[in-house]
Nanobody, 126 residues
Framework: QVQLVESGGGSVQAGGSLRLSCVAS????????MGWFRQAPGKEREGLAS????????YYADSVKGRFTMSLDNAKNTLYLQMDSLKPEDTAVYYC???????????????????WGPGTQVTVSS
């Protein structure tokens, strides 16, 4: 059973930065596909980025490409999301998720992810 716990959310002014962390445990040596998602009130859950837990190419949604950067620290089993140039429309609950690995761990629908963290709130004020 994969367990995920996010941290690092908070309140920031537009143009500011935050770094989210996701500590993962419970997966085997084959690893998992991991992704970051967010959900704003009244909106569907949106995929932001994805990568294989053992590293490799990272995939980003167009809405965050160039502003958000995902990274891995395998020694700490931690996935990070560095968020820069934040905008009020980035306000949402941010989630880390995991699913069984495939060849590329590219961006897929949230419904294909089996394991989710509880989420962390990010609020960006103008």
């Amino acid at each position: 059973q994969v367990q995920l716990v996010e941290s690092g959310g908070g309140s920031v002014q537009a143009g500011g930065s935050l770094r989210l962390s996701c500590v993962a445990s419970g997966y085997t040596y084959t690893g998992v596909c991991m992704g970051w998602f967010r959900q704003a009130p009244g909106k569907e859950r949106e995929g932001l980025a994805s990568v294989h837990s053992r590293g490799g190419r990272a995939y980003y949604a167009d809405s965050v490409k160039g502003r958000f950067t995902m990274s891995l620290d395998n020694a700490k089993n931690t996935l990070y999301l560095q968020m820069d140039s934040l905008k009020p429309e980035d306000t949402a609950v941010y989630y880390c998720a995991a699913r069984a690995p495939d060849g590329y761990c590219s961006m897929v629908s949230p419904s294909q992810y089996n394991f989710w963290g509880p989420g962390t709130q990010v609020t960006v004020s103008s």
